[in-house]
């Protein structure tokens, strides 16, 4: 039996920005957005079968996500 690590990031914004966000999602990671009045809230669920493997793609997402948040 392995392990699975998972975790969700949610970010609450602009729906512009939220669509900025949601095009520097990769493909394989799956996230929902709701959408209440001009507020968006994205939620991200990452998964993955190492903790090592869990960090450095959030990382990167953070790090992506780091300039589109102004």
């Given at each position: 039996m392995s392990e699975t690590f998972s975790t969700e990031l949610t970010w609450e914004g602009s729906?512009?920005?939220?669509?900025?966000?949601?095009?520097l999602i990769p493909e394989s990671i799956q996230y929902?957005?709701?959408?209440v009045s001009?507020?968006?809230?994205?939620?991200?669920?990452v998964s993955?079968?190492?903790?090592?493997?869990?960090?450095?793609?959030?990382?990167?997402l953070?790090?992506?996500f780091s300039d589109q948040d102004e």
């Open positions: 729906k512009d920005i939220c669509a900025r966000l949601i095009e929902s957005v709701e959408d001009d507020i968006s809230k994205l939620t991200i669920f993955s079968d190492s903790l090592e493997k869990l960090r450095s793609i959030v990382d990167d953070l790090a992506g």
